[in-house]
């Protein structure tokens, strides 16, 4: 069972970092003694190799209320997650029909969203996320009747909460997107509304709008510390996420014993990179790189091991699937499943699984594939028994 408030200390020490670069250079997203990723005593990137969104609200909650790093990450995680739960049951009750389903839907939402504040790190945005906009967007046909100008501020929210979801945890709000936009094409296809697809766009305003005030947030931290040769020396400066460096590890997900298997482990993608590379910035696009190539080599090596790895990995997120799908089995062939109902759902729940395939099926990567799977039994009740 998770433990209550467990965010990675390191991810704590690096908010507590960008707190204090703050207050050294007046400028968001640089951090000062980013002991976790050897900043110690000098200027670095702030949320070095992760998504900087949390490294830009923490710092500034906590200096606003006074609060410390602990406790102001431990209030948002779990105000987001209070939210998003009810979000989510407003669209259950205002949309859904079926009075089984939002007796059902309640404990799936509540449970998801606890077991996602319980967690309390940037992983459980792919959770809640998902959970608070599935239940309003599954119901889309019911969405268009309500006011025009209303439907405009849920297309702006909804633009606003994936991008700021986005900007803590990458991707975790494209999942609702990408079913979203599914759904949209099929019924504009299916009743040749053209306006549906104009009308769609107003939710990317946002989500321009986010990405371009973080982006131009990380200029102006990357044109300061490039005055620092230090730093320069140390750091890549352009805000590079590790992708490569967890899908290499990920590689000795069954532990077998081969000296060219890697070891799951973060130091090893480390000592792997520098080995082919001594003077590379750990986590720099040239280690990613490297680590890519790597990545490669292995799979063409030993490809029926890397089908192997991939099968195992599957069959876990496929066991999970099955636990939080649960009831929905029984409906699923209970009754035939409705073509908009498969586009909605399905696409979210392949791209939630695809976190789990590309490094490992651990739960805290796999929140979102359990609000998808949740809600959609939840989806499969409604269309069983609503008449609409």
Not at 90 to 104: D, E, M, T
Not at 206 to 211: A, G, K, Q, T
Not at 344 to 355: H, K, L, Y
Request: hydrophobic share 45%; net charge positive.
């Amino acid at each position: 069972m998770p433990q209550l408030f467990q965010t990675m200390p390191c991810r704590i020490e690096g908010y507590k970092a960008a707190l204090e670069g703050f207050n050294v250079t007046d400028i968001h997203l640089i951090a000062y003694n980013d002991i976790c990723n050897n900043g110690n005593n000098i200027l670095s990137p702030s949320g070095y190799t992760d998504h900087v969104g949390s490294y830009l609200y923490i710092p500034f909650l906590s200096k606003l209320f006074n609060l410390s790093i602990e406790n102001t990450a431990a209030l948002f995680f779990s105000f987001y997650g209070t939210l998003c739960i009810l979000i989510s049951l407003v669209g259950l009750f205002y949309f859904y029909n079926s009075k089984f389903a939002k007796i059902c839907g309640t404990v799936f939402i509540t449970t998801i969203g606890l077991l996602c504040i319980f967690i309390s790190d940037t992983y459980c945005f792919y959770g809640l996320t998902s959970l608070a906009l599935i239940t309003w967007w599954s119901k889309i046909k019911e969405l268009e009747k309500i006011n025009y100008k209303k439907l405009v501020l849920l297309f702006l929210f909804t633009g606003l909460i994936i991008s700021f979801s986005n900007t803590v945890r990458g991707n975790s709000g494209d999942d609702v997107l990408i079913s979203i936009l599914i759904i949209t094409i099929f019924f504009t296809v299916k009743d040749k509304k053209k306006f549906r697809i104009i009308s769609i766009f107003i939710i990317f305003i946002p989500i321009f709008l986010v990405n371009f005030q973080i982006s131009d947030l990380k200029n102006k931290a990357r044109n300061y510390l490039m005055k620092n040769e230090e730093t320069v020396e140390r750091f890549d400066l352009n805000f590079v996420r590790a992708t490569w460096h967890n899908a290499y590890y990920s590689l000795g997900y069954l532990s077998i014993d081969n000296k060219d298997v890697p070891i799951p482990s973060d130091t090893f993608s480390v000592k792997k990179a520098q080995e082919i590379n001594p003077k590379v910035k750990v986590y720099s696009a040239e280690y990613e790189k490297i680590l890519k190539n790597e990545y490669f080599k292995f799979v063409k090596k030993y490809p029926f091991l890397f089908i192997q790895i991939l099968a195992s990995k599957a069959g876990v997120i496929f066991l999970y699937f099955l636990i939080f799908f649960n009831i929905g089995i029984y409906y699923l062939f209970k009754h035939r499943i409705r073509a908009e109902t498969f586009l909605f759902f399905i696409p979210g729940i392949i791209f939630n699984s695809a976190f789990g395939i590309a490094t490992e099926p651990n739960y805290t990567y796999l929140l979102g594939l359990f609000a998808y799977s949740s809600l959609f039994a939840i989806k499969l009740i409604e269309d069983k028994y609503s008449k609409i």
